[in-house]
């Protein structure tokens, strides 16, 4: 293989500027720059082969058939080795662009000891329910069908909430009675999630879901619904900053007391409060099983960290395990064995933290803990990283299991998913509400690649703004609802119904001013909107895994490896060329992960040593505003490696680099210059993933640090004229990325079938040869912006 390697810093690229011809390269950011390959089937012995398409190139044909031609070619397999990137092996002609290899292998579970996936879903919460009875009766049971049934989402899983939550029109508790320890005052009735409807939509979905699956439901997979707390009874809770001084209790249940726990009295074993509130979960619990829901499970609190402005209980791992260890767990364990405990409930940062002191075996309260519950929040506001963050430490935290000796069926769930501000029918740019979906899919791929067992949304159905939330925190979700749009509407039904007193914070909804026949040219079906339900892209890219990974599927290995023609042809760069395609990094943010994926050529994989011997690269956000962020120097305390920062040494904390080159090879080592540490310990280096990759394997997402310069891990090979920084420490190549790739796959063994789901989120098309055990089975292309799924027996 011939590289550049090059010692010299300080190099100018001819495109260094992010309004230069970098981006003009890529004004149209949705335009496909390379043909398509027709799909083929290759080998004999594929039965019922598909491959079904949503794309943004043709958004109203979602989940559509790609043709696919059953070519036999009886030659030797697809040789990486012999191959130089110019021939097709497979297909006997030439190639009009550089090919990716999807390589899995669905005799090879990434957790063959654990349990299999259990599903997706999403949350019964109080706006779900009021929007759900919004709609007609014809409406309704559209969205049953679109949600639970086997022509729809089949979604599995759900959650709910415990008294209210943000997502509810007010706070309000089951027993508002002062100091009624024994709970003889609970509203064992649950009247008030009868009354709107919560009770009902959970019970249409679970008969919905056995009457579509009755063979998974008669299997054990029926409808599986977790139940969690936002904040118990404000009498419970330790008074806030926000109440009177000498106040003996919270005056509300918005808020939290920030330290160790919101209890009023504390978590410990003679705490009337906690007790109380142990047996609030059992009595809740009793009350809904009254109504024919049964729950799988709870969690101890949502977003334990969090003193939220809506309602909210602070807890940090010793407080949670006191409670589960002295209240909570003997609680459930003596009136309902039956329902799983899960902790935490937060973002991904810190779940390592919260596992290792909460399961460990020493630890009283891990006999009650089934499970452990996560979000996909990157810690902050910036909801441009939510799902951007975290998957090492999913890697970390299964590995910890392992050490733990935890049971192989603790469960790991991703409990809370969404994109916010506002809705993408609200915002009116179909780009954005693409790059939402590629974001959902994308978030569950990974999750599942690294040993999560399901997937739940927030919101099964908003308003047309994301509501009603009585907090404002008005967020998106797969289905809205939009009843003022529905034929038999005729103008007396109002664009906002009474529940929804946000009005319109983010200004005009501009969905509402597109006709039926512009929505449906966008991807949102007329035949649900005459129904008064706005279908989203989301929706459809979720469907392309849900419909296909029924619960008690597995993970397999699989992974999108570089094209076979080494670093002159990647897949989205032609042969011979310096210029990396893909389109615009919208990844090149500050507080983005650097993490090390198989060369793909593309934008994502550009970086430039800029004249302060800074590793900095370019893109835009997904508003479109110009982004340039450097390679940080030291690595993120929660999520362990190194991020993306500002590259202003007064604002943040970028890395100064020299590249200095190895004696005798072809080969540099990277070294950080602003820092204190001896100098044997500074440079940039390979941190490989524990459990192995899961089921990417070592290549698929290793993080970087700052180490040891006399170990392996520490040498790199960098192209300058392709700005690819790269590693072969695991044997094949994998190149620093910022974030992820633009290509991606996840592999799956069904009961039946044998499933992968291939993301492109670049801007031009990607051929790809997709190989099974290193035997070829078919060639396809995906186009820009588009999901697909292939299938086969």
Same mark, same amino acid.
């Given at each position: ?31 496909? !720059? ?15 082969? &598909? ?74 919460? $109080? ?7 919004? !709609? ?16 729809? %989402? ?78 118990? #009874? ?9 109440? =009177? ?26 705490? $009337?409060? &906690?007790?109380?509130?142990? !047996? ?40 949670? @395990? ?5 209240? %909570? ?5 003596? %009136? ?50 939510? @799902? ?9 935290? =299964? ?51 690294? @040993? ?72 949102? #079906? ?79 994989? $550009? ?27 030291? /690595? ?17 904390? #970028? ?28 440079? %940039? ?26 170990? #392996?891990? /520490? ?27 633009? !290509? ?7 009961? &039946?079938?044998?499933? &992968? ?8 098309? /990607? ?27």
């Amino acid at each position: 293989m011939t590289t550049i390697v090059i010692a010299v810093v300080g190099t100018k690229w001819s495109r260094s500027d992010p309004n230069d011809a970098r981006d003009t390269t890529y004004s149209s950011r949705y335009v496909d !720059l390379s043909p398509i390959r027709p799909c083929e089937i290759l080998v004999d012995g594929v039965d019922d082969f &598909a491959l079904i398409q949503t794309s943004l190139g043709e958004p109203g044909a979602h989940w559509s058939d790609v043709t696919c031609v059953r070519r036999i070619v009886r030659r030797r397999d697809h040789d990486d080795d012999d191959d130089d990137g110019d021939e097709s092996h497979a297909t006997g002609h030439r190639r009009r662009r550089p090919s990716a290899i999807i390589d899995a292998n669905y005799d090879e579970r990434a957790f063959p000891d654990r349990s299999p996936i259990l599903g997706f879903g999403g949350a019964f919460t $109080e706006s779900t329910a009021l929007n759900f009875r919004s !709609l007609n009766d014809m409406g309704r049971e559209a969205a049953l069908e679109l949600l639970f049934g086997e022509s729809g %989402l089949g979604y599995s899983l759900g959650r709910t909430h415990i008294n209210s939550c943000d997502f509810s029109v007010k706070s309000y508790s089951f027993d508002d009675v002062e100091d009624d320890f024994d709970l003889d005052e609970f509203d064992d009735d649950v009247a008030h999630d009868v009354d709107v409807g919560m009770v009902n939509m959970m019970l249409l979905a679970t008969r919905k879901v056995a009457d579509s699956f009755p063979d998974e439901s008669s299997g054990g997979y029926g409808m599986r619904i977790v139940a969690s707390p936002w904040s118990p #009874p404000s009498w419970m809770k330790a008074p806030t900053s926000n109440d =009177i001084d000498g106040a003996l209790h919270a005056m509300n249940m918005t808020g939290s007391y920030s330290k160790d726990v919101c209890i009023r009295d504390g978590v410990g074993q003679d705490s $009337e409060y &906690a007790r109380s509130w142990a !047996l609030y979960f059992s009595k809740f619990i009793s009350a809904y099983s009254n109504h024919g829901v049964d729950f799988y499970g709870v969690t101890v609190q949502n977003e334990p960290e969090f003193p939220a402005p809506w309602e909210a209980c602070s807890y940090d791992p010793v407080s949670q @395990g006191e409670f589960i260890a002295n209240h %909570l767990g003997p609680t459930l364990a003596k %009136l309902h064995p039956n329902t799983k405990i899960l902790i935490f409930d937060h973002n991904k940062d810190h779940m390592v933290k919260w596992g290792r002191y909460l399961l460990s075996p020493d630890h009283p309260a891990s006999k009650y803990v089934s499970g452990t519950a996560y979000h996909w929040y990157a810690g902050g506001m910036d909801r441009l990283l939510d @799902g951007a963050q975290g998957a090492p430490n999913m890697h970390r935290f =299964i590995s910890e299991l392992d050490v733990m000796n935890v049971d192989r069926g603790h469960v790991l769930l991703n409990s809370e998913a969404c994109h916010c501000p506002t809705t993408g029918y609200a915002g009116g740019n179909i780009y954005i509400a693409y790059a939402r979906a590629s974001r959902n899919a994308h978030t569950i791929l990974a999750d599942l690649a690294a @040993g999560s067992n399901g997937f739940i949304e927030w919101n099964l159905i908003l308003d047309s703004i994301g509501g009603p939330n009585h907090l404002g925190n008005l967020c998106d979700s797969p289905l809205l609802a939009v009843p003022h749009r529905a034929v038999d509407s005729d103008g007396r039904i109002p664009d906002q119904l009474d529940f929804e007193v946000a009005g319109h914070p983010f200004g005009r909804v501009n969905g509402d001013g597109k006709t039926r026949e512009e929505l449906q040219a966008e991807g949102s #079906p007329a035949k649900f909107l005459d129904l008064g339900i706005v279908v989203q892209p989301m929706y459809y890219y979720v469907g392309h895994i849900t419909r296909f990974v029924r619960p008690g599927s597995w993970a397999v290995h699989a992974l999108v490896d570089s094209s076979a023609g080494g670093s002159k042809s990647r897949t989205f760069r032609p042969a011979e060329a310096d210029v990396p395609g893909g389109g615009v990094n919208d990844l090149a943010r500050i507080g983005i992960e650097a993490t090390l994926w198989p060369c793909e050529g593309s934008t994502r994989q $550009e970086w430039l040593l800029n004249d302060a011997n800074q590793l900095q690269v370019f893109g835009h956000d997904w508003l479109g505003a110009p982004t340039i962020s450097c390679l940080g120097r030291s /690595a993120d305390g929660g999520l362990g490696g190194l991020m993306l920062t500002t590259c202003n040494v007064t604002e943040g904390h #970028p890395g100064i680099y020299d590249i200095i080159s190895i004696p005798d090879q072809q080969k540099v080592h990277i070294v950080l210059k602003n820092t204190k540490v001896d100098s044997k310990a500074t440079c %940039l280096v390979v941190q490989p993933l524990r459990n192995n990759g899961g089921a990417y394997g070592p290549r698929g997402g290793a993080q970087v640090n700052i180490g040891s310069c006399e170990e #392996p891990w /520490a040498e790199w090979i960098y192209d300058s004229s392709t700005g690819e920084l790269l590693s072969t420490v695991f044997g094949g190549e994998v190149c620093l990325t910022t974030g992820w790739p633009f !290509l991606q796959v996840g592999g799956f063994q069904a009961k &039946a079938k044998k499933v &992968a789901v291939v993301l492109n989120e670049a801007s031009e098309s /990607a051929n790809y040869v997709f190989r099974n055990k290193g035997k070829i089975i078919a060639t396809a292309s995906i186009p820009p912006h588009s999901i697909q799924t292939l299938s086969f027996g």
